[in-house]
């Protein structure tokens, strides 16, 4: 797991845990991960303590890295990746009460140190009696507050530090002066990261085991490889939108698994049919044909196999709340499946 810059922010722990970590600042631990596809409730308490938890809402294909339900999520292809932290809206009423609480559990914990108690009550002050008055309640119709919050799945991530502005108030109609602060777009990147994709194992002909030498037919079903959508959405402090991420597959990448082999194309990569299928099925009669997608082993697998890699790319593009759209990187997904290759039997007479 990659280290965890220094950042300046409280990391708070639930009172059951009995401690509050601190770092130099006095800003609680805004965006500490929430749980349950982000839709956790927040609390000044719970598993992550004293932590403003995401609101956004994912649906559709939504995956997890669990390693066993035949689906995972789409890989970028090149060194981008989704955001690991942003900004949301809150309404100043859930956030009067979300201090309030945290302050409460923080300054009641049995064996609380006094240095936690005493920066979350000036962290408290700063906005109920310091700088802004009573948490603006006044004029919460006229605005929100917008704190950090990060991705879940990611928040030891280097990355995910960069959100460390302290919660700040915007009037209605004004844009955040802050990067990262969520949009349709924000979104659409977020639900990249929660494609999950189908299990790309082609199916090959023949089909239990191959020859040397002899062309060897793949292809994949449209019906199993077709487009797949996850949206992404937040209902919060007056602020609603949302952002449709879909990925189409484009193309079927073949490793052999060993360089004693060769490829149909030579490149070893298929391209995505007219009708959505890649590849094509093999039928009797032809035996004789160079198959548009598949392999030609040029030795035996022995006693073991070979490790036949099958990576899809997928375009990915998206749709969002006011008409907005665009494309996002390519994305990829793959798997190996075990290629037994035998010698040609032949009789001598």
Not at 21 to 34: D, F, H, Q, Y
Not at 157 to 174: H, I, R, S
Not at 252 to 280: F, M, Q
Request: with cysteine; proline share 6%; charged share 20%.
């Amino acid at each position: 797991m990659r280290s965890v810059k220094s950042r300046r922010r409280l990391l708070a722990t639930s009172a059951a845990a009995g401690i509050i970590a601190l770092t130099p600042s006095t800003a609680l631990a805004w965006g500490t991960p929430g749980e349950s596809n982000g839709q956790k409730t927040e609390t000044g308490g719970g598993g992550h303590g004293g932590s403003i938890t995401s609101r956004v809402t994912y649906r559709g294909a939504v995956g997890g890295n669990d390693g066993g339900g035949g689906t995972d999520r789409v890989q970028p292809v090149g060194d981008w990746s989704p955001p690991a932290c942003w900004y949301e809206p809150r309404s100043a009423q859930e956030f009067s009460k979300y201090v309030e609480d945290t302050y409460n559990e923080t300054v009641n914990a049995p064996g609380q140190h006094g240095y936690a108690k005493t920066s979350v009550g000036q962290f408290r002050d700063r906005y109920k009696d310091g700088k802004y008055q009573n948490y603006n309640l006044d004029e919460a119709d006229k605005g929100n507050w917008w704190v950090a919050v990060q991705d879940e799945d990611r928040w030891m991530e280097p990355e995910a530090q960069l959100c460390d502005k302290e919660p700040f108030w915007v009037e209605n109609g004004e844009a955040p002066d802050v990067e990262n602060a969520v949009t349709p777009k924000i979104l659409a990147e977020l639900a990249y990261n929660r494609v999950s994709l189908p299990t790309t194992e082609v199916t090959l002909a023949p089909p239990a085991a191959t020859k040397v030498n002899l062309p060897t037919w793949a292809w994949l079903d449209r019906a199993t490889f077709k487009e797949v959508s996850v949206t992404a959405e937040l209902n919060v402090g007056g602020l609603h939108i949302a952002a449709t991420t879909t990925a189409k597959p484009k193309s079927l990448k073949l490793e052999p698994g060993t360089d004693d082999a060769e490829t149909y194309p030579a490149s070893g990569e298929c391209v995505i049919n007219t009708d959505d299928s890649i590849g094509e099925p093999y039928a009797k009669g032809k035996a004789d044909q160079t198959p548009p997608c598949g392999i030609k082993y040029l030795r035996a697998s022995g006693d073991g196999t070979f490790n036949l890699q099958a990576t899809i790319t997928w375009d990915i593009a998206w749709t969002g709340t006011g008409g907005t759209s665009g494309d996002l990187p390519d994305g990829t997904f793959g798997n190996d499946q075990a290629v037994t290759v035998q010698e040609i039997q032949s009789i001598n007479r």
